[in-house]
Antibody, heavy 119, light 107 residues
Framework: QVQLQESGPGLVKPSQTLSLTCTVS??????????WSWIRQHPGKGLEWIGY???????YYNPSLKGRVNISVDTSNNQFSLKLSSVTAADTAVYYC???????????WGQGTLVTVSS | EIVLTQSPGTLSLSPGERATLSCRAS???????LAWYQQKPGQAPRLLIY???SRATGIPDRFSGSGSGTDFTLTISRLEPEDFAVYYC????????FGQGTKVEIK
C-alpha cells in the first residue's frame, strides 16, 4: 500500500523559499502510471493545485503561481520536492503531496504539513 | 482556466436522506476528466470518484457520480453518519482546478 509523507520547515520567513519533500513508501516513484503532485489548502479554505512531476522529470505547474514553483524528483530516494520562492503571508497553507493516476484522480494523499510564512 | 462552481454551498440533511451535489464547469471538460473528493476536519481529502462516474477503490456503492460536458453530480444515496463532510470536485482535463466545496452537515 503506497503511502506519502511530507516533511520540511513549518515556518518560513517572507521573501524566502519554501522547501518541502514528499517521501513515497510502498511503491516506486519511477512508475510510468503516475504523476506526483503538490496541492495546498489555505486555512479554512478550499484546495489549490500547485503542480506535478512525472518520474522522467517533466513538470506541469499552476500558471497562477507565476514562475515561483519548482518541483523536482529524486528517484534514488523515492522522493519528490517542492520549492516555492519569494513567499508571502498568502502562501501560508497546509501543503499536501499526492499521487495522481494517469487515469485521473489524486490518491493517496499525504497527511499534509502546515507551513506558516511569518517573520 | 476552467472554473468549477459547486452548489449548494451547504447542504443540511439527516442520516438516511439522499444528497445531491452539483459541480458546473465554465467550459466543457474533455473526456469527463472530473473527480470528487471527501474531506473531514483535520484530514487529507479522499478520492471518491474519477472519470466522472468510476468509484475509487474501497468507496461504498452509495456514492455515485454522473454527468458530462459542463454539468456533473455526486449523489450519496443514503447518508451515513460518517458521510457528513466537505466535498470537492476537481477537473483534470486542462491543468487541474478544484471547486470551492460543498459542506454536507447534519440537520
Amino acid at each position: 500500500q503506497v503511502q506519502l509523507q511530507e516533511s520540511g520547515p513549518g515556518l518560513v520567513k517572507p521573501s524566502q523559499t519554501l522547501s518541502l519533500t514528499c517521501t513515497v513508501s510502498g511503491g516506486s516513484i519511477s512508475s510510468a502510471a503516475y504523476y506526483w503532485s503538490w496541492i495546498r489548502q489555505h486555512p479554512g479554505k478550499g484546495l489549490e493545485w500547485i503542480g506535478y512531476i512525472y518520474y522522467s522529470g517533466s513538470t506541469y505547474y499552476n500558471p497562477s503561481l507565476k514562475g515561483r514553483v519548482n518541483i523536482s524528483v529524486d528517484t534514488s530516494n523515492n522522493q519528490f520536492s517542492l520549492k516555492l520562492s519569494s513567499v508571502t503571508a498568502a502562501d501560508t497553507a497546509v501543503y499536501y503531496c499526492a499521487r495522481e493516476s494517469r487515469g485521473g484522480g489524486l490518491d493517496p494523499w499525504g497527511q499534509g504539513t502546515l507551513v506558516t510564512v511569518s517573520s | 482556466e476552467i472554473v468549477l462552481t459547486q452548489s449548494p454551498g451547504t447542504l443540511s440533511l439527516s442520516p438516511g436522506e439522499r444528497a445531491t451535489l452539483s459541480c458546473r464547469a465554465s467550459q466543457s471538460i474533455s473526456s469527463s476528466y472530473l473527480a470528487w473528493y471527501q474531506q473531514k476536519p483535520g484530514q487529507a481529502p479522499r478520492l471518491l470518484i474519477y472519470g466522472a462516474s468510476s468509484r475509487a477503490t474501497g468507496i461504498p456503492d452509495r456514492f455515485s457520480g454522473s454527468g458530462s460536458g459542463t454539468d456533473f453530480t455526486l449523489t450519496i444515496s443514503r447518508l451515513e453518519p460518517e458521510d457528513f463532510a466537505v466535498y470537492y470536485c476537481q477537473q483534470y482535463g486542462s491543468f487541474r482546478t478544484f471547486g470551492q466545496g460543498t459542506k454536507v452537515e447534519i440537520k
